[in-house]
């Protein structure tokens, strides 16, 4: 019976051994999870700002290419305009020769 009851204890101490153990290890794996969830946070939040960023920059890009676009016609129309004045000039000096 004795040896029995020690045999019981025994296994009771391995038992209490990996119970402890898996304790321990439950509360390493919920640290790292805080961990892990305020990295995750962390992360969300640079991407957010980046995200706003990259709409800012986006917008600003729409922006000037607007603004390209409005020069180029600009550009386009006294290039015509020029081109007019050019003509009438040179008709203005043949009429003159003339």
């Given at each position: ?56 920059e986006?917008?600003?890009r ?17 290039r ?19």
């Amino acid at each position: 019976m004795a040896k029995e009851q020690g045999t019981l204890q025994d296994k009771l101490g391995e038992l209490e051994g990996k119970i402890r153990a898996l304790i321990s290890e439950i509360v390493r794996s919920r640290e790292e999870k805080k961990i892990l969830s305020s990295s995750i946070k962390d992360l969300e939040n640079k991407l957010a700002a980046m995200e706003e960023v990259l709409n800012s920059e986006r917008s600003e890009r729409e922006k000037l290419e607007l603004q390209l676009k409005q020069r180029a016609e600009e550009r386009e129309e006294l290039r015509a305009k020029v081109e007019g004045l050019l003509a009438e000039v040179s008709r203005m000096e043949s009429s003159l020769g003339d």
